[in-house]
């Protein structure tokens, strides 16, 4: 369509040009009088009347040198690194506008303007060029037009199900006409001075001088970036940036995280875009996301460190897996203005040591069923903490890393202290001991739970992945992991009151030790109320604070039995909390075979199902998700055409 515009266009010029010449003969005769002279092998070329008479002409050369030669380098970079940059979207629309406006003007007056150059000797070429200009001053526009639409697409907060293809189209496009405008200003160039006696050769050695240093400092550009010197630059501010802007805004915003207030967040902060990554709290405020805006949405208010490292993507699988660039990891490195509370899982040895050794080595690969394996890292440095005191403390991640291979991912796991080979242990002994006293109501020498434990125990399901990270663990025990952490917000239980936790599959994982720590809870309450305070203490050796004020009701799917991981915790807390006169946990099992003593289900999970077992009842102060993808993207949907609010709504 725009080619034969400008083909049109180029016509009616013509036409034009042949008319006046008609009209005014005397115009023809001085617009076909030429200046020849020979060159050193006798060849006669002609030549304009004088240097600069064709002014359209000098301004598309001069034009098309800035633009193509330098502007455009500069626009691509602006948007392709321009990640720490807050506005680099309206950065590289303003430069290829500079890059766009004048080449198309440029192109208008070399087919409209009166005169056309002298290209001595090179006419035989000047329809090829014409007619790639031709193409170019097409996509150029269609380009410029796919743009605007493009950052229209990203800054919508809907929904764009094609702005992968949008994004990708503009790119590749981008990158012809960014190819094609390189080569057609070489060859222009060339028309121009190739056979230019004198001066001709000296203006085009030096042209392609000029012209062979601004590409060849974007190459060097593009190497130092990738070889992370631009990152190592920008990292330095790392330290500098950590610190807390101290202003009376972000500090109360900070308190509210820590405190898990979500409805004064809402209230208060509802203009500001935050996430947390690892332990910091992250502004992002006026940041527009390269993937659509309706991304930042999402994840507002969330901990990002899976989406960053490409663990798994947006749970309603609009935005799939992508690992993002170390540039990211800066951005969000110089946007943190706090920290959240750091919770002690591991105590170096030293005490007096402020060297931190992260390097952990893999003793212990237990299965514990086809897929799922538990894992025991020790590093001579420290000590492993054996409980967590508090109901706070729990939903922390670390993150691991191999030192032997480079191509694995990055990957965050919880740490399950519960499921350490003492704390089964000890766990089996204290249910033991406490249905014992029940049932011949003796007191007898309570079980220890030991301080610390041998091993950082984590619990892997390995997935088929060709260079997944679980699928590499599984087959490297011996080896050292960087092992770092715990990081992350807790899951926020309140004090007291009532939640709800829908998992499947691994998606207990998380929640293994709050569930332990709630079967402890039940077993202090009980020893309390039949056989005093001073029993009940020697339980609870290292001063938790046991709470059974809170009610959770735990909907969990599983496949069959060899997935039920934590039924050692889940089904004792189910048998004892009968001794009190208040349920504490409700338990409800998706799987196909029955379990004596527990609530199973074969049904999906459903608003009817729901329904059913919350008996419509929506004062529960949160609803914890966890589990694979289907359960992520379906769950929510249901729970909000039951009424539930977003912010009760929280994805671990």
Not at 36 to 50: A, F, I, R, V
Not at 188 to 205: A, H, K, M, P, W
Not at 221 to 232: D, H, P, S, V
Not at 430 to 438: D, H
Request: glycine share 6%.
């Amino acid at each position: 369509m725009f080619t034969y515009i400008l083909f049109l266009g180029l016509t009616i010029k013509q036409s034009y040009t042949q008319q006046v010449y008609d009209q005014y003969p005397q115009i023809s005769f001085l617009a076909n009088q030429n200046f020849k002279h020979k060159d050193l092998y006798g060849t006669n070329y002609e030549e304009e009347e004088s240097p600069g008479s064709n002014v359209f002409f000098t301004f598309h050369q001069y034009a098309n040198f800035i633009t193509w030669a330098i502007l455009v380098d500069l626009g691509i970079i602006a948007n392709r690194y321009g990640i720490l940059v807050q506005y680099k979207m309206e950065v590289h629309a303003i430069i290829m506008i500079l890059v766009i406006i004048p080449s198309v003007v440029a192109e208008f007056f070399m087919i409209f303007g009166e005169g056309d150059p002298q290209l001595f000797g090179q006419e035989n070429l000047e329809d090829i060029h014409g007619l790639l200009g031709f193409i170019f001053l097409g996509l150029m526009i269609f380009q410029a037009i796919g743009g605007i639409v493009l950052k229209f697409c990203i800054q919508s907060i809907n929904i764009q199900s094609h702005l992968k293809i949008q994004s990708l189209l503009h790119i590749y496009l981008g990158y012809i006409i960014y190819l094609l405008g390189k080569i057609q200003l070489g060859f222009g160039y060339y028309l121009s001075f190739s056979n230019v006696v004198n001066e001709g050769q000296g203006n085009l050695i030096s042209f392609w001088c000029v012209y062979a240093f601004m590409f060849f400092w974007r190459i060097i550009f593009e190497y130092l970036y990738q070889n992370g010197k631009f990152y190592q630059f920008f990292n330095k501010k790392e330290e500098r940036s950590r610190q807390q802007s101290g202003t009376l805004s972000n500090s109360l915003m900070i308190q509210y995280i820590e405190q898990n207030e979500q409805s004064q967040l809402q209230e208060d902060f509802k203009s500001r875009l935050w996430v947390m990554f690892n332990n910091e709290i992250i502004d992002l405020t006026e940041f527009v996301h390269p993937g659509g805006q309706y991304i930042w949405n999402k994840i507002k208010g969330r901990e990002v460190s899976r989406f960053i490292f490409g663990g798994c993507g947006l749970e309603d699988e609009t935005a799939k897996q992508y690992e993002h660039s170390k540039n990211a990891l800066v951005l969000l490195q110089n946007r943190v203005i706090g920290q959240l509370n750091r919770i002690t899982v591991t105590i170096p040895n030293d005490e007096g040591s402020t060297t931190n050794i992260t390097s952990w080595k893999l003793d212990t690969i237990t299965k514990l069923n086809d897929k799922i394996s538990y894992f025991g890292f020790s590093n001579s440095q420290y000590r492993i903490i054996s409980q967590f005191t508090q109901i706070h403390s729990f939903g922390k991640y670390f993150q691991i890393k191999s030192l032997e291979s480079k191509t694995v991912p990055i990957r965050q796991y919880t740490c399950i202290l519960s499921m350490a080979p003492e704390n089964v242990e000890y766990r089996i002994q204290l249910v033991t001991y406490i249905e014992s006293i029940v049932k011949t109501n003796q007191q007898s020498n309570a079980p220890l739970q030991p301080k610390y434990l041998k091993e950082l125990p984590m619990i892997i399901k390995c997935y088929e992945s060709q260079k997944g990270f679980s699928k590499y663990i599984h087959k490297h025990k011996n080896e050292m992991y960087d092992i770092q952490g715990p990081f992350g917000p807790s899951h926020g239980i309140p004090n007291k009151g009532k939640i709800v936790i829908i998992c499947g599959g691994t998606g207990i994982f998380p929640f293994l030790d709050l569930l332990d720590f709630l079967l402890k809870s039940i077993i202090y309450q009980i020893t309390l109320n039949k056989f005093g305070k001073q029993l009940a203490d020697s339980l609870n050796s290292y001063d938790c604070s046991f709470n059974t004020d809170v009610h959770i009701t735990l909907f969990m799917a599983v496949a069959n039995k060899s997935e039920l991981i934590g039924s050692d915790i889940l089904f004792p807390i189910i048998q004892l909390q009968k001794h009190l006169q208040k349920e504490v946990l409700r338990l409800i099992i998706k799987i196909k075979e029955k379990i004596e003593g527990i609530e199973t289900i074969e049904e999906r999970f459903s608003k009817e199902m729901f329904n059913r077992y919350l008996a419509k009842n929506l004062d529960y102060q949160r609803y914890l998700i966890c589990g694979p993808p289907q359960i992520q993207a379906s769950v929510p949907i249901i729970l909000r055409e039951m009424g539930v609010q977003d912010n009760f709504i929280h994805f671990i």
